[in-house]
């Protein structure tokens, strides 16, 4: 009897054993390092570090050691959190581990420490055991943890500041809240005592460019300081590496945006610095005036070709900040020959405009400053762009052409070789004005007017009729407003000498002979 009682009571002390043992280490998933690694990480953020500690190897570990493997999970816990953004569905997902890092063994990232980096492992005990944090992992997580235990304000916050949200505890926002008010203090008044200085600096010297670039660069510089100080005071807040890994692809987004608006920036001053070195010879005519506005016209094309090429790169390298976009990258380059099709069916007319643009500020049938006729109007090329071209016609009105109507359709340019211009005068006269006298009168009005370039006089009888004869006077100026003004100035003098010549003897008339002249004669004798 007593020998029953004995076994029944083994029995029963084995069932509860075994009972607190299955409550002590629940069934957890071990099977491949992507399951070991998402049940750590589950079981340390519900802050049951008796689970996550039976998914370390701590067979390197002392037997006094092993008994404070709660506290060594909550520390790596903690490293992890602070130095390596873990995503566990990268992890590979067979029980023999990836292929790469070999067998037995995953890899899931690098820890960088004071020392040296430091890998995290995972590694494969036994085919019935299952996946664990390697014990060297282990083994090296109090000299981690070290380097990341909190500091002197971490460690004083509240506890009802320490209650988390989207990522970061309430002490954190408060603090990054705090650190972006600083920052743009920082930034404005760094940046304005910057400018103040080179502003100063640059006043000194003749040139304009200096002074330009300063004022350029004064915005920009505000947010890359900014953003130095903003990243500098994020360390007193103890961020978690994911929540480090998202600010910083924001602030690199940033960085870039500003670095662009700074590149922007000089090519503007750059391109009006050239600009304005060509202003003087397109003042002074001649084929100097040609060449500068031909370097105005390449220069203006060119400062758009660039500006755009910086707002593209600086919006693909401010995407390729984000995991996703990058891989979309790949496959877009893979896929590049289809998409290719795609785009430029899509975009053709778009692109033919700019390569358009491109090729005409090389090419230049137009330049501003050309003097053209197109649409049948007579204009100025006030501003050509890599899409179209602005054309001022004599009214203040202004055309918006596209750019191919002047590769693809014939147009005048009265100034392609030369902005001097030879341009006509026609009278109709009687056919007795002698024409000496005419060619006379002539020499006398363009004797010393500012407007005519000494080139071109002539004066000769184009054409007759029954009653008069075409006389045309062919002049020569320096360019086309002048030319235009000059004969008004001759046409309005020639009238006025026609009018008072011999009491208008000269002027056309009508010949009437025989009867009619009697008729004619009486009735302006009734009159």
């Known amino acids: 009897m007593k020998l029953r009682v004995f076994f029944f009571s083994l029995l029963v002390s084995l069932l509860v054993a075994l009972s607190s043992a299955a409550a002590a280490e629940p069934d957890i998933d071990r099977s491949t390092p992507r399951r070991t690694m998402a049940a750590f990480l589950g079981a340390a953020f519900a802050q049951d570090y008796a689970s996550a500690a039976t998914l370390m190897d701590l067979s390197s570990l002392p037997a006094d050691a092993r008994r404070r493997a709660p506290e060594i999970a909550e520390q790596l816990h903690h490293v992890l959190e602070r130095k390596l953004r873990i995503e566990p569905e990268l992890l590979s997902d067979d029980p023999q581990g990836s292929a790469t890092d070999g067998s037995g063994i995953e890899r899931i990232g690098v820890v960088k420490s004071a020392d040296a980096d430091v890998p995290i492992t995972l590694r494969r005990i036994s085919k019935d055991r299952g996946w664990a944090i390697s014990a060297s992992t282990v083994a090296r997580v109090p000299r981690l943890y070290e380097e990341v235990a909190p500091g002197y304000l971490e460690s004083r916050v509240p506890a009802a500041l320490r209650v988390k949200a989207w990522g970061l505890a309430a002490w954190q926002w408060l603090g990054a809240l705090f650190a972006i008010v600083v920052a743009t203090i920082i930034g404005r008044a760094l940046a304005y005592v910057g400018t103040k200085i080179a502003a100063r600096l640059a006043r000194r010297t003749e040139a304009t460019w200096d002074d330009e670039l300063v004022i350029a660069l004064r915005r920009p510089s505000r947010f890359l300081i900014g953003v130095i100080a903003f990243n500098e005071l994020l360390e007193l807040l103890a961020l978690s590496a994911a929540a480090a890994h998202v600010i910083a692809r924001i602030l690199g987004m940033i960085t870039i945006g500003a670095v662009a608006w700074a ?5 503007e001053v750059v391109s009006r610095g050239v600009e304005r070195s060509t202003i003087a010879a397109v003042d002074g005519g001649g084929d100097k005036a040609l060449r500068a506005r031909g370097i105005r016209t390449q220069v203006s094309v060119l400062r758009r070709v660039v500006n755009i090429a910086i707002g593209v790169l600086a919006v693909a390298l401010m995407l390729m900040q984000f995991e996703v976009v990058r891989t979309f990258g790949m496959s877009l380059l893979a896929s590049a020959g289809v998409a290719g099709v795609v785009l430029g069916f899509a975009a053709q007319r778009t692109i033919g405009s700019l390569i358009a643009g491109i090729q005409l500020s090389f090419t230049q049938p137009i330049r501003i400053g050309d003097v053209v006729i197109v649409e049948k109007e007579w204009g100025t090329i006030e501003e050509i762009t890599l899409t179209y071209v602005v054309v001022r016609v004599w009214d ?29 005068v026609f009278f109709y006269v009687d056919w007795r004005l002698p024409i000496g006298d005419l060619r006379r009168e002539l020499d006398r009005i363009l004797e010393n007017h500012v407007l005519w370039d000494g080139r071109t006089k002539t004066v000769a009888v184009t054409n007759t009729t029954d009653r008069t004869i075409e006389v045309r006077v062919l002049v020569s100026a320096p360019n086309a407003s002048d030319l235009f003004a000059l004969r008004v100035d001759i046409r309005e003098r020639i009238v006025a000498w026609l009018r008072d010549l011999e009491g208008g003897k000269y002027l056309p008339r009508v010949r009437v002979e025989g009867d009619d002249a009697a008729r004619a004669a009486a009735a302006g004798a009734t009159d």
Not at 263 to 267: K, S, Y
Not at 403 to 421: D, G, H, Y
Request: glycine residues 6%; hydrophobic residues 45%.
């Open 263 to 267: 590149a922007i920036g000089v090519v």
């Open 396 to 424: 203040e009105r202004r055309l918006v052409i596209p750019m191919t109507r002047f590769l693809e359709q014939p147009f005048e340019n009265w100034t392609k070789v030369s902005p001097a211009l030879h341009g006509t």
